[in-house]
């Protein structure tokens, strides 16, 4: 059975950092591309990053040079460090086994003074 479980997200200030995580189980991780997203309320979910098995990895404009995508074969996880986050980063940040129709519960992230 496939689980993705993510963690790390929280309240947060302007210009602070948070760093999640997606544990994933039930699949040869080293195998999967893995993607991070989210939805903020009211609007589509959108692509964030994502980071191939050869750790290549792509970002959305929005948080280019501010978001680092990295992954832990020997841990089966994928984590996302979010730094210089701004008030429109808010939203539920979801991984995804790219390719496939699993996706972790989410994780709220909400950036606010």
């Known amino acids: 059975q496939v689980q993705l479980v993510e963690s790390g997200g929280g309240l947060v200030q302007p210009g602070g950092s948070l760093r999640l995580s997606c544990a994933a189980s039930g699949i040869s991780f080293s195998g999967y591309t893995m993607g991070w997203y989210r939805q903020a309320p009211g609007k589509q979910r959108e692509f964030v990053a994502r980071i191939t098995t050869a750790d290549s990895t792509n970002y959305a404009d929005s948080v280019k040079g501010r978001f680092t995508i990295s992954r832990d074969n020997a841990k089966n996880t994928v984590y996302l460090q979010m730094n210089s986050l701004k008030p429109e980063d808010t939203a539920v940040y979801y991984c995804?086994?790219?390719?496939?129709?699993?996706w972790g519960q989410g994780t709220q992230v909400t950036v606010s003074s």
């Open positions: 995804r086994l790219q390719a496939t129709a699993y």
